[in-house]
Nanobody
Framework: QVQLVEAGGGSVQAGGSLRLSCTAS????????MGWFRQAPGKEREGVVSIDSDGATSYADSVKGRFTVSKDAAKNTLDLQMNSLTPEDTAMYYC???????????????????WGQGTQVTVSS
């Protein structure tokens, strides 16, 4: 059983920064694809970023240049540095892992088998 626990959410004013962290446990594979997703009230879940086992990343256009993902395979942690936040970034943010399906893309959330409980990010104008 894979467990993912997010931390680091909170409230910030527009233009500010937050750093989210995800700690994974329950598996030892280092080949997992991991990603961050978010869901705002009344909106569908959307992918933010994915990172594969080699460290290759893919970002949603809405966050490119503002968000940076990093992974520490030895510690099984996944961080998301979010800068220049806007009210449109307000959402519940989820960490997810794909340990079974080949390929790695935030555009295919159904391929992620494991999800955290989420951490709330609120950006005020």
């Amino acid at each position: 059983q894979v467990q993912l626990v997010e931390a680091g959410g909170g409230s910030v004013q527009a233009g500010g920064s937050l750093r989210l962290s995800c700690t994974a446990s329950g598996y030892t594979k280092r080949s997992a694809c991991m990603g961050w997703f978010r869901q705002a009230p009344g909106k569908e879940r959307e992918g933010v970023v994915s990172i594969d086992s080699d460290g290759a990343t893919s970002y949603a256009d809405s966050v490119k240049g503002r968000f940076t993902v990093s992974k520490d395979a030895a510690k099984n942690t996944l961080d998301l540095q979010m800068n220049s936040l806007t009210p449109e970034d307000t959402a519940m943010y989820y960490c997810a892992a794909n340990t079974e399906v080949g390929g790695c893309s935030f555009e295919r959330p159904r391929e992620f088998q494991w999800w955290g409980q989420g951490t709330q990010v609120t950006v005020s104008s």
